[in-house]
């Protein structure tokens, strides 16, 4: 059945405003769809889809967009909902516009200029050529441009994964285990799980296998002092506290009220009693100074750029300004070294980002080895072999969404030399 030909022009005024870029995607376009009540779930779902083909094709769809006659935005909407639903799924396009999407459909994109192929803005483009080299380069912003599956980690304080599969198949919900996280799940449509009693009653959570990797090397153990440091609406938090046995005391550390808040109602689904959630104003908040050489283990999942997110966000790679880069090494050092205090001799701190590039990632975990002597790296190898997780990687964690289906991740395992009592002393000063 055809969709309403005015869809393209709710599509057209709500990308309008999208390609401002003064607000994340998802959260203008689920304004808009607040404010039109009245379109209808399929609607909604094809001008989502058509907003995020725009925003993974940019350079591509613009190439031709700007060329002849029309406007500029209604030859983008056009060629993103060509995309989404195919043309013949469309009503109200003119005979003209027929012809020019249809050409432009037939075009390999693997034939056009790197900036087309790419989509990807040129400084991002060039920075990751020069990390990584132009063909690599490539085969990643393909791997960007595909949308994510829905993964999902099975919470073993309440279930295990082949009892979450057959009960998933009852929906019915086909789920398949993630190559690498033991816990995962991965499903290639896209269902509603919130009305879900599997959902409801904490047995799953939504979490990239990526993000459950990056718990795993935390090696949370039971009845241990650990601290997420950056928990956030708590994704790993939930994971952590689980690996635990919902023993020890796990606590989650953001400097946002908000979105620790909604880390709340995930809590309870859960199950877990061991979190204690704790707004900080910063990584020296007098708070945590008591805890300074006393945690097992230290999460830092650090503030960065997104740019590993771009499968999910990808509007990421245009709101992101190569300047903002050098403010997050800041950052990240800052917060790095804050945590770092916290751990005791012997215990264990894993640096993660969800960013692909070298700045947020390998520059940081090797100047924090330069300047903490008392920490050494725990080579990656190693800690995912001590996990039974089974990805070939050298010193670091790099997650490459052409390469291991999930989303850009990187993370470091360092580990504290044990400690004379005087470091004990100034570390809490
Ligand atoms: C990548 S997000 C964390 C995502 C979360 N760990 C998860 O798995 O869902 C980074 C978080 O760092 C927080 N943050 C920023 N500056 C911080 C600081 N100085 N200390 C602690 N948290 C900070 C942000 O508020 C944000 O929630």
Redesign the pocket.
């Known amino acids: 059945m055809r969709l309403p030909p005015a869809i393209l022009a709710n599509a057209e005024e709500v990308l309008r405003e999208i390609l401002r870029f003064a607000a994340p995607a998802d959260t203008t376009l689920s304004r808009y769809f607040k404010d039109h009540p009245r379109l209808g779930g399929r609607e909604r779902g094809a001008i989502a889809e058509c907003v995020y083909n725009v925003l993974r094709n940019k350079n591509f769809y613009t190439d031709f967009s700007e060329q002849g006659g029309g406007a500029t935005m209604r030859r983008l909407t056009l060629l993103g909902m060509t995309d989404a639903v195919g043309l013949e799924s469309l009503g109200g396009v003119s005979e003209d516009e027929v012809a020019w999407v249809t050409r432009i459909m037939e075009i390999d994109r693997k034939l056009m200029h790197k900036s087309s192929r790419s989509n990807m803005p040129k400084w991002l483009f060039d920075k990751l050529v020069e990390q990584m080299g132009e063909e690599e380069t490539l085969a990643l912003a393909d791997g960007m441009n595909k949308p994510a599956p829905l993964d999902l980690r099975v919470n073993t304080l309440k279930d295990n994964r082949d009892d979450v599969i057959a009960k998933l198949a009852e929906a019915p919900i086909k789920a398949e285990p993630t190559p690498f996280a033991p816990l995962g799940l991965r499903i290639q449509t896209k269902p509603q799980l919130q009305n879900l009693p599997l959902f409801k009653d904490g047995h799953i959570e939504v979490q990239d296998e990526g993000?459950q990797i990056l718990s795993a090397l935390v090696a949370a153990k039971r009845g241990e002092m650990v601290v997420?440091?950056?928990?956030?609406?708590?994704?790993?938090?939930l994971s952590l506290g689980a690996t635990m046995r919902n023993t020890g005391r796990l606590y989650a550390?953001?400097?946002?009220e908000k979105?620790l808040t909604k880390l709340k109602p995930r809590l309870a689904r859960s199950g877990l009693s061991n979190v204690h959630p704790v707004v900080?104003a910063?990584?020296r908040d007098a708070k945590i100074k008591r805890l300074a050489g006393k945690i097992d283990r230290v999460l830092v999942?650090?503030?960065?750029s997104g740019l590993g997110t771009l499968r999910r966000n990808p509007d990421v790679k245009w709101r992101q300004q190569p300047s903002a880069i050098g403010e997050l090494q800041i950052?990240q050092a800052?917060?790095l070294d804050?945590a770092a205090r916290l751990v005791k001799g012997g215990g264990r701190l894993v640096y993660a980002t969800?960013s692909v590039l070298e700045d947020e990632n390998d520059f940081i975990a090797k100047q924090f080895l330069e300047t903490h002597p008392d920490f050494e790296l725990i080579p990656m190898h190693q800690a995912l072999a001590e996990q039974k997780i089974e990805l070939e990687m050298g010193d670091y964690l790099k997650l490459l969404p052409h390469k291991h289906q999930t989303d850009g991740f990187f993370a470091a395992v360092f580990e504290r030399k044990p400690m004379p009592k005087k470091a004990k002393e100034e570390d809490a000063e």
């Open positions: 993000s997420d440091f950056c928990a956030g609406a708590g994704g790993k938090t550390f953001d400097v946002s979105r900080i910063h990584e999942d650090a503030p960065c950052k800052a917060i804050g969800c």
